[in-house]
């Protein structure tokens, strides 16, 4: 599974932002992907993730409320929509993918797959 993560940008506090996530090669609808993120001098941490076929979702506590994770399976595609974006949201966001049933994979020793990452910027 190849993964392409876009949507990053600049945006001022309060502001929102889609990521997606496409994804190629084997089959992706049988996959859950999550979404991390990694701040300048912090350690990379999760944020959300979505089971493989988009009934179950869990989200980390920081963005519980704000943003959301959703996935179109037909478009080999995963959303993360953020709301109202705080400035300790900017990171470089990355997606994941992660095989096996079992749900939510919260760490990222986990996920078999990533992608290059986009960079979201937060301003106060």
């Known amino acids: 599974v190849q993964l392409q993560a876009s949507g990053g940008g600049l945006v001022q506090a309060g502001g929102s932002l889609r990521l997606s996530c496409a994804a190629s090669?084997?089959?992706?609808?049988?996959?859950?992907v999550g979404w991390f993120r990694q701040a300048p001098g912090k350690e990379r941490e999760f944020v959300a993730a979505?089971?493989?076929?988009?009934?179950?979702?869990y989200y980390a506590n920081s963005v519980k409320g704000r943003f959301t994770i959703s996935r179109d399976n037909a478009e080999n595609t995963v959303y993360l929509q953020m709301d109202n974006l705080k400035p300790e949201d900017t990171a470089v966001y990355y997606c994941?993918?992660?095989?096996?049933?079992?749900?939510?994979?919260?760490?990222?020793?986990?996920?078999?797959?990533w992608g290059q990452g986009t960079l979201v910027t937060v301003s106060s």
């Open positions: 090669g084997r089959t992706f609808s049988s996959y859950t």
């Open positions: 979505i089971s493989w076929s988009g009934s179950s979702t």
């Open positions: 994941a993918a992660a095989g096996g049933a079992s749900f939510p994979r919260i760490s990222s020793t986990w996920y078999d797959y």
